[in-house]
Nanobody, 125 residues
Framework: QVQLVESGGGLVQAGGSLRLSCAAS????????VGWFRQAPGKEREFVAA????????YYVDSVKGRFTVSRDNAKNAVYLQMNTLKAEDTAVYSC??????????????????WGQGTQVTVSS
């Protein structure tokens, strides 16, 4: 079992930055890929980014490429999402999730078995 807790959300002006953290506890965290997902009001949850268990591979949805960076520190059991040049359309609840699947990079929710509760990110225009 892996427990995930997100933090770092908040209110920021458009063009600003936030760094989200995903803290893990439980089973060996370094064995899992981690994805970030977001859900805006009235919309389906969508894949944002993912990072392999080693941190050597990262994947992003097109809308955040060049603005968001996912990283991890397995010694600290943590994954981060650095979000720069934020836009109003980035407003959502952001959740991290752990995956033991080889297909984690596709962003399919069914490949992720462990989920955090989420943290709210609000970007004012």
């Amino acid at each position: 079992q892996v427990q995930l807790v997100e933090s770092g959300g908040g209110l920021v002006q458009a063009g600003g930055s936030l760094r989200l953290s995903c803290a893990a506890s439980g089973r060996t965290f370094s064995h899992y890929a981690v994805g970030w997902f977001r859900q805006a009001p009235g919309k389906e949850r969508e894949f944002v980014a993912a990072i392999s268990w080693s941190g050597s591979s990262t994947y992003y949805v097109d809308s955040v490429k060049g603005r968001f960076t996912v990283s991890r520190d397995n010694a600290k059991n943590a994954v981060y999402l650095q979000m720069n040049t934020l836009k109003a359309e980035d407003t959502a609840v952001y959740s991290c999730a752990g995956s033991g699947s080889a297909y984690y990079y596709t962003g399919r929710e069914n490949d992720y078995g462990y989920w955090g509760q989420g943290t709210q990110v609000t970007v004012s225009s």
